[in-house]
């Protein structure tokens, strides 16, 4: 006789965490760009929600230069953008910031 495998159900803040968190189906876009002899790595970030706590505003998908280990924020992104708009915009703020 077989007796039944009791369900064991997950209880405590552990449970309440692995219901609540959702995963985003946000696609990270990258573009390496040569400028001026050198080579600038841009990256997409999904949207970011305010935090009122330390007076930080919200904003929508970005893309940003990654250097160092840091990203700096350059301009949002836009759904459906072709990637020669994409590559044309990045260079144009590369030419604002005084990059050559």
């Known amino acids: 006789?077989?007796?039944?495998?009791?369900?064991?159900?997950?209880?405590?803040?552990?449970?309440?965490?692995?219901?609540?968190?959702?995963?985003s189906a946000y696609k990270n876009q990258q573009r390496?760009?040569?400028?001026?002899?050198?080579?600038?790595?841009?990256v997409t970030y999904e949207a970011k929600p305010a935090n009122v706590k330390r007076g930080e505003e919200g904003s929508g998908p970005m893309w940003y230069l990654m250097r160092a280990g840091k990203r700096w924020p350059v301009m949002p992104e836009?759904?459906?953008?072709?990637d020669t708009e994409i590559t044309q915009a990045l260079t144009r703020w590369l030419k604002e910031q005084g990059i050559s």
């Open 78 to 82: 836009v759904p459906g953008q072709v």
């Open 32 to 42: 390496r760009l040569s400028f001026g002899h050198r080579e600038f790595h841009f």
């Open 1 to 23: 006789m077989l007796l039944p495998v009791p369900r064991v159900f997950p209880t405590g803040p552990a449970a309440s965490l692995s219901t609540s968190l959702a995963v």
